[in-house]
């Protein structure tokens, strides 16, 4: 999300002489309010892009606020109300069935004798791909014959235009085959119906049916929302097109199995096709504001799911080699992104920067776990680009600096910039590429200069610091960037890179990630309860990002800090629960009462890649894979403390095949389908 803009003070009127007032003149324009996103945190979202249907709780779309279906990212039909004997049903419940399916159940007294028990069900059932039926189920004992009316209408508005409430009036409608039709000089609309009404009223965008139910019959009528000339969605994650693997979970806690389930649904859900290559697949970042490629978010997210497979790492990296920047400029080898609010502390940081120290890191770590060797080889130079971008932009000092140049010099872009030298040299090393050397003593000295250059000693222990400014003053708060110092990546032999953080320094991170100021209770603050600015609905300043989380759990179980790792895991999956296991992007940090809930942040994507992606992660941590598919290993490092009791995952993937491990409530671990002739590491 960026930042908005907040409203500042109204200047003091300008006095003149020994403070007589200065002649009246015009007033100051008033502030401007900052902008706001209309709250998505009670809307139902389906969700199969390029498709998307966002509801309220009661069902009936009447074009307000974010209503409607969109393919593509226009609202293709905004208003959908139905009336039944010329009264709106009265709406009983609304829930997701699946990522892409909503139902909203209603009810009518029809009969004059019924007392005051319901006699007709309206049941309508709404899919992202723009089909909508709508079914009566009579519980009368005499037949019925109903009038239905369903009224249409859109604006053909793009989504943006519709957040920041300038979509403009409806357009006029015109009958149009089995339905209606709608046209602006951008595109057009078509709902057509079946079966086809008894009556069309174009002026008053209206459709009717007179439909007989029998004694306990049921009758339905089924619209489909198109624009002109488009065919219904296919979404990429349909059958064996998906790239991620059906993998299961079970065990003691009955929450895993509907958290992994609800995340793959999700990540499934925002797939999306490369228009240059169709066959290769990407993550678009969440819906409903950020439906297309962030490329960090889509980095992120195909890294956590790697246990899932390999083919949307594959096609997320061939994605983005073929945007990377080329020249003799300076950012010659950088994959381009937007930047993003970095907080109250720090200016935007630049996700290009993120995104561009990522690509190798994938790569590298995708080869562990099976991505074929062929495509390693053709996806090298892009990862050569991005390592040669690295030393360039860090120049003759020690450094990253973000945004560059003069940007301050971030602790996680430094966590970013070594594993990438890191995981890099591994790659030009294995292929006889030269530059491993040099990145290797670049990341040695970065490691010796970063421990003193980035710790803040206090009577607490001490603290790594958030940034260094270009003049050397160090940012002391304390925030949840500091986990990515805990992330290092894996090597060959199933080890983990050495972080730029020593034994110390580690053991007293761990203790404040996992102390009251940073831990919530239901996953990990981005900012301490105790820092100036925090704010426990801040995205960047107290909310609780479950990406973040998933990474703290993951580096601090890696470390050997399990106690602190079970605990921010524990909250999250508490969290889950309370959001029916979709997890959003963010939540607000209050601390954890008992009986209580998370509160939901207004803005939040719901489902989001990272947080879907995060899922996958936190489980598969708990099971501890390390493959190395190139060496026919895989190496066991599970949480031996089995906070969540016995656990198993099916349906995984190393090296190319399925892959299926239980862990024990002692925090025994025992491979139980694994590809052939794949040895057990120590």
């Not at 189920?137 to 009316?149: M, Q």
């Not at 973040?548 to 890696?558: D, F, P, R």
């Not at 879907?612 to 894979?625: E, P, Q």
Request: aromatic share 4%; proline share 9%; hydrophobic share 40%.
């Amino acid at each position: 999300m960026s930042a908005l803009p907040g409203t500042g003070n109204l200047p003091a009127q300008p006095l003149t002489g020994a403070g007589s007032p200065a002649t009246p003149q015009a007033p100051p324009p008033a502030p401007r309010r900052p902008t706001e996103l209309p709250p998505a945190h009670t809307a139902l979202i389906c969700v199969a892009l390029p498709g998307l249907a966002i509801s309220t709780e009661q069902g009936q779309l009447t074009g307000s606020g974010m209503e409607g279906f969109y393919r593509a990212g226009r609202r293709v039909l905004a208003r959908c109300q139905v009336r039944v004997a010329g009264r709106e049903p009265l709406a009983v419940q609304a829930r997701m069935v699946t990522a892409d399916r909503a139902r909203f159940m209603g009810t009518l007294r029809i009969s004059a004798d019924a007392g005051p028990d319901p006699d007709v069900v309206v049941e309508r059932t709404r899919y992202a791909d723009g089909t909508e039926r709508i079914t009566l189920h009579s519980t009368a004992r005499r037949s019925l014959r109903l009038p239905v009316e369903v009224s249409l209408g859109t604006d053909l508005a793009e989504l943006g235009a519709v957040a920041s409430g300038s979509a403009g009036p409806e357009l006029p409608a015109s009958v149009h085959d089995s339905g209606l039709r709608w046209s602006c000089a951008t595109g057009h609309s078509t709902v057509t119906a079946n079966p086809p009404p008894s009556d069309a009223l174009a002026s008053a965008g209206l459709l009717r049916w007179e439909l007989e139910l029998p004694p306990g019959g049921t009758r339905s009528v089924e619209l489909r929302v198109r624009p002109d000339g488009a065919g219904p969605i296919r979404p990429v994650s349909r059958g064996a097109t998906s790239p991620l693997a059906q993998t299961e979970a079970a065990g003691d806690d009955p929450g895993v199995r509907a958290l992994l389930h609800t995340c793959l649904e999700d990540l499934e859900a925002l797939l999306l096709r490369d228009p240059a290559n169709p066959s290769d697949t990407h993550l678009a970042a969440g819906a409903p504001w950020r439906c297309g490629m962030a490329p960090a978010d889509a980095l992120i997210a195909a890294r956590m799911t790697l246990p899932l497979g390999t083919r949307l790492a594959a096609g997320t990296l061939r994605t983005l080699a073929r945007a990377q920047l080329e020249g003799p400029e300076t950012r010659s080898g950088m994959i381009p992104g937007p930047r993003r609010d970095a907080g109250p502390h720090l200016p935007p940081v630049c996700t290009g920067t993120e995104a561009t120290l990522l690509f190798p890191v994938l790569l590298a770590e995708a080869r562990r776990w099976g991505l074929p060797e062929q495509e390693t080889e053709e996806l090298l130079p892009a990862a050569e680009r991005c390592l040669r971008w690295l030393r360039a932009a860090v120049g003759d000092g020690m450094y990253l600096p973000d945004p560059r140049p003069g940007g301050p010099l971030r602790c996680e872009t430094q966590a970013y910039a070594h594993r990438a030298a890191l995981l890099g040299a591994d790659l030009l090393d294995t292929y006889g590429r030269p530059g491993g050397t040099e990145l290797r003593e670049w990341a040695r000295e970065l490691r010796t200069r970063f421990r003193a250059d980035f710790w803040l000693e206090d009577r607490g222990g001490g603290r790594p610091a958030a940034a260094r400014k270009p003049g050397g003053r160090l940012v002391p708060h304390l925030g949840a960037g500091t986990a990515h110092l805990l992330d290092t990546g894996l090597l060959g032999a199933g080890d983990q890179a050495p972080g730029l953080l020593d034994k110390v320094q580690t053991e007293q991170l761990a203790r404040l990630l996992g102390g009251p100021a940073m831990d919530s209770g239901w996953g990990l603050r981005t900012l301490g309860v105790k820092e100036a600015a925090y704010n426990p609905f801040g995205h960047r300043s107290g909310a609780v990002r479950v990406q973040e989380t998933a990474i703290a759990v993951s580096g601090l179980a890696a470390a050997g800090y399990e106690k602190e790792a079970s605990s921010l895991l524990r909250g999250v999956l508490a969290a889950a629960e309370s959001f029916g296991h979709r997890l959003p992007e963010m939540y607000a940090g209050e601390q954890r009462m008992a009986g209580g809930a998370p509160l939901p942040h207004p803005a939040a994507c719901r489902p989001a890649a990272t947080a879907a992606a995060s899922g996958v992660l936190l489980l598969t941590t708990l099971v501890g894979i390390r493959p190395d598919a190139p060496a026919g290993t895989v190496t066991l490092r599970p949480v031996r403390s089995a906070p969540l009791g016995e656990i198993g995952l099916t349906g995984l993937r190393v090296a190319g095949s399925p892959f299926a491990i239980r862990v024990s409530r002692l925090g025994l671990a025992m491979v139980e389908e694994a590809a052939d002739g794949l040895q057990l590491g120590v």
